[in-house]
């Protein structure tokens, strides 16, 4: 049966339909969570809030049980889901690039769009930063490419490495998920900030 | 005998309802053996009408015609066994035994967009069968060779010459199947030289251009 796109259940029109309400809920979701307020998201890395961890694992975590119990009842082919090929030279230091301009700027690329929608000023701004960055490297793209596709590994699982179920794996997930938001729990105790 | 209290578990913390939802989650799917089937595509009614449109059949003429002229994107396919294969197979053919057309190492020439591929064993039961499991995994361009083999050398090898009050189409036929005949190693040596060949240019399905299954992309 699914996913509903690739096997043309839906057409293409009625994906970027359904896509669209999806991305209205989603961005409900993240302002209701606070997730416009850039001291919120900073205190992941201080301590005093987790709210990003909890909301962002507790819907991997979701999403995840929801794809294997879905497969496991033969409602979707997970061989047709589409899933982020891994170069891992720039998999590493996009993730220093997005993580440090995280911290500096208090908003990830969706949730300053969150912010500035209900009109957050430091948000516009890091939309304005967002786009420096984006056309700059598309225009020195070719001083990066050789980087950009370094160490290319396919699109590899971490169960299938680690030679496991993705059930098994799935599991795992949980626990470690579980076993970080009571460590994060306990950072808000111990590194609390009176207002932010 | 105890009751849910659900003043309890609203008293319960968040991190504690969450976790007696997801670990019973997890360990259930982590206890169940992976879906590792491949299911059919097609439902019975939908598998029924094409069954009924016998598209799937292509005349030995056609076949034939298309081998002659050494057409690129027709790929026959021998579903025998492997010591039928060695014995004798149609020119250009592969081998493919129907008891491993599953197999993952057949998958990117049964299901693909450009190729015609032609189904052929000795009859049309075994052919048709291998036609009938890739087409109700949503494959497309599989097509079987009519009659098979045994109509093949009747027919396409050794034609039998037409009554003198056949019409002119039988003729031509013939004519036509002989010079192919000869073409493709047959026995049909008598020496008449046929020239034209009317009859192959029988209607020939086209290859679907069937838009290659895209996975749907996503990002953060």
Redesign the interface.
Known sequence: MG?L???EIISENT?FLLAFFIGIAFGWVLESSGFSSSRKLAGIFYGYDAVVLKVFF?GA?TAM?GL??M????WI?LD?????PTYLTSAIIGGVIMGAGFIMGGF???TSFCGAAIGKIDAMVFIGGLFIGVYGFAFTYPWWEKMYMAKYLGEPKISTTLGM????F??LL??A??GM??VA?WAEKKFPREAY | MKYINFEQINDMKPLKLLAMFLIPMGLIIAAVPQNKTNPYKLTADELLNEVNTRNQFLAPDAVADMLVKKDPSLRLIDVRSQEEFEKYSLPGAINIPIANLLSPDYTDILNQETKMNVFYSNGTLTANEAWMITRQLGYNNNYVLEGGLNYWFENILNPRQPSSTSPDEEFAKYDFRKSAGQALGGGGLSAQQASDNQAGAAAKPSVKPAAKKKKAAGGC
Do not use: K, W
């Open positions: 996913p796109a690739p096997n994906n507790t975590i049980l294997l119990f497969s496991l009842f033969g082919d047709l889901v589409y899933v982020n990830c690329p969706g179920s993705d059930g098994m799935g599991l949980i626990i998920a579980l938001f009571f729990e």
